[in-house]
């Protein structure tokens, strides 16, 4: 796999750039721009929000702003953020898309803990479309828990196997990997297909760049998970200077640049106030010369 070119020729510096503002996902046309549920639960991503009222009007705001991808898991709390979705959007309108993910569980600390038995993964399934209110779920990732930080390698065909079956009954209707390898992926595929892939990647994290132009090569898409850097946001004197260039706020720089790396990325940044999450909402509107672009794409990637 070949590395990301930078674009760089002196013709180009000025000129400015809008990527694309959808991409086909799952069987529909989904905003690029998507909302990701982990910030509704409290602290640590365990037990309630502080302000539930405030959790529920974040949700409906972003629909009412053109968001139809909504990422959720019902580890997430655990079955707090589900349980909200459902308060909040239940009936669900048609064209929005949820993805949740299985693989994992909560012991009585908040703490993260594997749940890889085929039987767990469909329990997770099952636990996923009672608190939403669902009766097939549109895409489930299965959260590869070899290493909670990074991808490891490991086997995926027995989880694999169980999901495909619960495809076959309709109680899923497409499945995508986390926190996985490119050859997890392909042991993936021999069992059934896959539509995304949601590995950590942002602006100073680069590892899957090569994986990133792989999958969109397939249009496959890529969901960054910690778009912003996650529990430690992004710090960049670089990033900062760049925004204030732009008139914009780092974080908003942060998501434009992955809505402009790949036409495969979608964007899931989280929050749980509806003041950041116009914040976010605001990078799909900036549009980066070349110039910026390879500014910031020298803050990950310096060889470039």
């Known amino acids: 796999m070949t590395q990301p070119t930078t674009p760089q020729t002196s013709q180009q510096t000025s000129q400015q750039?809008?990527?694309s503002r959808s991409f086909e996902f799952a069987g529909r046309t989904v905003n690029r721009m998507g909302y990701g549920a982990m910030q509704l639960a409290g602290p640590g991503v365990f037990g309630p929000p502080k302000d539930r009222a405030e959790a529920v009007a974040v949700l409906r705001e972003a629909l009412e702003r053109g968001?139809?991808?909504?990422?959720?898991?019902?580890f997430y709390g655990p079955h707090v953020t589900n349980q909200i979705i459902r308060e909040a959007l239940h009936p669900y309108p048609a064209g929005l898309t949820i993805v949740t993910k299985v693989g994992a569980v909560r012991d009585d600390q908040g703490g993260w803990l594997p749940a890889h038995d085929p039987d767990d993964?469909?329990?997770?399934?099952?636990?996923?479309l009672r608190n939403?209110?669902?009766?097939?779920?549109d895409v489930v990732n299965l959260r590869i828990m070899g290493d909670v930080h990074k991808p490891a390698e490991g086997p995926v065909e027995p989880q694999m196997e169980r999901?495909?079956?619960?495809?076959?009954?309709?109680?899923?209707?497409?499945?995508?990997?986390?926190?996985?390898?490119a050859k997890q992926v392909a042991d993936a595929e021999r069992i059934a297909p896959i539509v995304c892939v949601q590995n950590h990647y942002n602006l100073v994290n680069r590892a899957d760049d090569a994986f990133v132009d792989?999958?969109?090569?397939?249009?496959?898409?890529?969901?960054?998970?910690?778009?912003?850097?996650?529990?430690?946001?992004?710090?960049?004197?670089?990033?900062?200077?760049?925004?204030?260039?732009?008139d914009a706020t780092p974080m908003s720089?942060?998501?434009?640049?992955?809505?402009?790396?790949?036409?495969?990325?979608?964007?899931?940044?989280?929050?749980?106030?509806?003041?950041?999450?116009?914040?976010n909402l605001r990078a799909q509107d900036l549009e980066l010369s070349a110039d910026v672009l390879a500014k910031l794409d020298a803050i990950g990637n310096p060889s470039a």
């Open 17 to 19: 750039t809008t990527p």
């Open 67 to 74: 968001v139809n991808h909504i990422d959720t898991s019902d």
């Open 121 to 128: 993964i469909e329990r997770a399934v099952h636990d996923n």
């Open 132 to 137: 939403l209110g669902l009766d097939a779920i």
């Open 163 to 181: 999901l495909a079956r619960l495809r076959e009954r309709g109680l899923v209707r497409h499945i995508g990997l986390s926190n996985a390898t």
């Open 214 to 246: 792989a999958l969109a090569a397939r249009g496959i898409a890529w969901v960054p998970f910690f778009p912003l850097g996650g529990f430690t946001p992004i710090q960049s004197t670089a990033l900062s200077t760049l925004a204030q260039s732009l």
């Open 253 to 279: 720089v942060a998501l434009a640049w992955l809505l402009h790396r790949s036409p495969n990325i979608l964007l899931i940044p989280g929050t749980s106030s509806r003041a950041h999450l116009r914040e």
